[in-house]
């Protein structure tokens, strides 16, 4: 069991600069809860300008709706999706998605944040497909429950900044944001959204270190510091 090393006033220092130097990300871009929904399915495994382009096609198509879903024939919503990659499972997996949300909830969204949000993810993890994060990305982004998500920008950051000391199971690593911040929904939604941020812009695989807003959190001689980091003191190992 890996042990964290940023406190709780740290970790809230964190997501303080990063709200600072970055600005408020608006995540997750949609127009209804529904669509998020069909997003989080879609972004599996893919970048999100494809998963763009295959929401264009069920709006196109004016299929972005449960129902619409659910009549489609499965080679023609394979289509549609092809864009993210993984069609035939991407598809599949919205199938399933859609039966689940239309048998349970009646295809009402509002009827499904009401459902006690533990008892909601449950169910959302007995679904195909869908596990620990993009159910909570369900609940976080679409029904705004405050379930902390996790990913792998998330272990990236906190491994190269020695924030965590090994490796550490999802509920775990979910349970560390949930006992040090506030468990509030449009913060989690927002450090979320700014971490994943920082991972696809500066800690990439080849990470920009030198320019990211985390700099100053580098680890220096063995040890955190909040001193500038010399270009030869930012080279980190992969994830």
């Excluded at 406190?7 to 127009?31: D, K």
């Excluded at 705004?144 to 920008?153: G, L, N, Q, S, T």
Aim: charged share 30%.
């Amino acid at each position: 069991m890996a042990n964290f090393v940023l406190s709780q006033e740290e970790l809230l220092e964190v997501y303080r600069h990063l709200l600072t130097e970055i600005g408020p990300r608006g995540w997750w871009p949609a127009e209804s809860p529904f669509e998020v929904m069909v997003g989080v399915i879609l972004t599996q495994n893919t970048a999100w300008k494809n998963v763009e382009k295959a929401i264009q096609n069920l709006k196109a198509e004016r299929a972005l709706n449960p129902e619409k879903i659910a009549e489609l024939p499965l080679k023609q919503l394979e289509e549609l999706v092809r864009p993210s990659g993984y069609f035939r499972q991407k598809a599949r997996r919205l199938k399933d998605f859609v039966s689940y949300f239309l048998d349970c909830y009646g295809g009402d969204v509002q009827k499904m944040a009401d459902q006690n949000p533990e008892t909601l993810r449950e169910e959302l993890l007995s679904i195909r497909g869908i596990g620990p994060e993009s159910a909570d990305s369900i609940l976080l982004y679409a029904l705004e429950k405050p379930y902390f998500v996790i990913d792998a920008y998330t272990h990236r950051i906190f491994d190269r900044h020695e924030w965590k000391d090994g490796p550490v199971s999802y509920d775990a690593f979910q349970e560390y944001f949930h006992r040090n911040l506030p468990r509030d929904a449009a913060l989690f939604n927002e450090f979320h959204a700014l971490i994943d941020y920082v991972g696809h812009h500066f800690c990439r695989r080849n990470p920009l270190c030198e320019v990211c807003p985390l700099q100053p959190w580098l680890p220096s001689r063995g040890e955190r510091s909040r001193e500038p980091v010399e270009n030869e003191q930012a080279k980190t190992g992969e994830q």
